[in-house]
């Protein structure tokens, strides 16, 4: 194999990585955005799973990707607004809140499915223009004829960069908007003060139910965009329970990154990096190795985040007022 | 400290009697889960009543219908007790399925490789000690790197459960699959280990009844849940895991650590998960397969929250989701347009409403007995 062809291959791997990526940084955004509030979300994976089956269905039946995505977003950002009902409103736990959700979420869009398409709880493939299809770049035909450098530009150009579709590029832009939002407006010093230190928040005038809430439907709209490309951009339909796990990877990812943007993108990239790889190497013999146990790839990021957050990789600080609901007046 | 059990005393509503926030909280709650998922049957076009009917029949009627609930209320005892012992600690294990698994494993292991070669007698109380210890280390990881590390329980123990799926995929599929076998699953243990199931025994007294997986573990599962109760009221272990979980400073103070409650506590927890692999294979599969402790440990979740963490209330609530378990099957035959998932909206109806809205009922509920109440009195 020659070093181009070594590197094609490789940049076909960085390729699918940002593929399966993009949903984990858009949930991991979210995730941080509820958890900076204060507020743990565990229901990442159910407002992904519930925003994927609107897409998927509303896509079907309009034909329109746009309504499919505005869909989306609306029932990820209802789900939002009852975890913040039952958690900032009735201060019901968290945890046990969003676990309902994922519930809830995995039984309605398998119920609802099978009852509207017939078709064991797929929705119907759709038509490319129902979808959101990749966006090519101009062809830039110059790069391939650079001297010695040329082969390996080329692919990083047309491979990597370009034939992504829109929803993509949205997850790449949501990390710099998050990571400016948080630390550099007064709604998101705001938000994390919400986090950290509620009743000095709320002495200084800040409504920490408001901001709650905000940081919920924020979060609902960034897990309906990533629900969203799983079912209409990423696949042609929505399978039941097709999250498989997504939205925990992200929470995974979002600790790993210790509950910062850009360092949650880079997490996000190297547990999307292993799914890719557990893919590739599916059935691959290696030379002396022998074939590689994609299982136990798979699980990499769950370990990995387990030994960060026994403080063995550096130290995890959750924002500190997580978990628990604010009492007024204490 | 997450508030699990719930906080009852809002500012301005009355204390709720206790009688209340066993019988009128629970069965409130119950009542608007399923009238809400009665809203979800009329969505699709179909007759909430009937749907109740017909899972009541299948869960009771039926020919083995009865066996069925019966054989998934085993499971659910058991993972509602897993929960219950971390809630007592204060602590949130939401990590029973990966346990179950894991438990699921150390009985599959001890019976394929080592259980054959032993006398029955001593064979059996192994494989469901293997079962107990295997569950209890999955647990103990999470307990001891809480206590220790600060690892945060709720987070590694959802991360273990998808450590424990990966594993069981793993070795399932490239060491234990059986010879010439396409799916994964493993051998059939030995003939002589597997429990006796209870259409068996009731045969040996001339009944004969439907075959059904319901077997002798459910005496197992009752017995757990007496000896739960023993343990938390009824022993200064217990005195001392209520005192740490009541308050960590009260304990300290006590002399009682604190850390070390917990880790035992978590570790105890995880083996009642993973009495589910001793149900589950030794009881019925006979072998290990994929999918065998699926949902169990976000049921047993629900089954802690209604059952208020007491045995008793455990084991009713078991029973409740395993009628909805065992009739929510039977929806499938009956409808075109309803299945099993709808299962899955109820729990998650009622651990919504039980767990996270807890506090949603409980002030107008405590109002209004507190003012019928005075009512009586005045009279």
Known sequence: MSAAEFWLLFVLLLDATLR????????????????????????????????????????????SPWLGLAVAIAVSCFMGGL??????????DQMISGLAANMLAAGLTVTLGIAWFQQGGDTPPLPAEARFSPLNFPELAFLADIPLLGPYLAPVYTELLSGHNLLVYVALAAVPLTAWVLMRTR??????????????????????????????????????VAGCYLAIAHSANFVPHMTAGKGFIALAAM????????????????????????????????????QLPSNLITALPYILTVILLAGFIGKATAPAAIGTPYVKGR | MMKVFGVFARA????????????????????????????????????????????????FVYPGGLGFTLYYTTNLIFTGLCVAMAFHAMQFNIGGEGQAIIGGLGVALFLLFVGDSLPLIICLPLAVLAAAAAGGAWAFIPGYLYAKRGSHIVITTIMFNFIAAAVLQYLLVNVLIAPGQMSPQSVKFAERTHLPQIHELLALVGIETESTPLNISLFLALAAAVGFWFLIWRTSWGYALRTVGQSERAAVYAGIDPARMTVQAMAISGALAGMVGVNALMGDAHRILLGFATGYGFAGIGVALMGRNHPLGIVLAAALFGILTQGGSELNFEFR?????????????????????????????????????????ET
Request: net charge positive.
């Open chain 2, 337 to 377: 347009n309803i299945t099993r998932d709808l299962v899955i909206v109820i729990q998650g109806l009622i651990i919504l409403m039980v767990g996270a809205l807890s506090l949603m009922l409980d002030p107008p509920v405590a109002r209004l007995i507190a003012l019928v109440s005075r009512r009586k009195e």
């Open chain 1, 255 to 290: 600790i790993f990154g210790k509950w910062r943007p850009k360092q949650a993108m880079y997490a996000c990239l190297l547990f999307g990096f292993f799914e890719a790889l557990a893919a590739r190497l599916q059935g691959v013999e290696i030379a002396y190795i022998g």
């Open chain 1, 20 to 63: 399966v990526s993009t949903p984990l940084m858009l949930a991991a955004m979210a995730g941080l955005f509820s958890e900076r509030s204060g507020v743990v979300d565990i229901s990442l994976e159910g407002k992904m799973l519930g925003a994927a089956f609107a897409a998927g269905a509303t896509a079907y039946a309009t034909g």
């Open chain 1, 83 to 92: 975890h913040a009902f039952a958690t900032v409103t009735h201060r019901g």
């Open chain 2, 12 to 59: 301005g509503a009355p204390k709720m009697p206790y009688w209340a926030q066993v019988t009128v909280i629970p069965l409130l709650n119950i009542f608007v889960a399923l009238a809400l998922a009665g809203c979800v049957v009329l969505l699709l076009g179909e007759n909430p009543f009937k749907a109740m009917a017909v899972m009541l029949q299948g869960a």
């Open chain 1, 187 to 224: 709604f998101g010093m705001r938000l994390r003060a919400v986090g950290e230190a509620p009743s000095a928040a709320d002495t200084a005038g800040i409504s920490v139910a408001a901001m709650r809430y905000q940081a919920q439907l924020i979060a609902g709209l960034l897990c309906g």
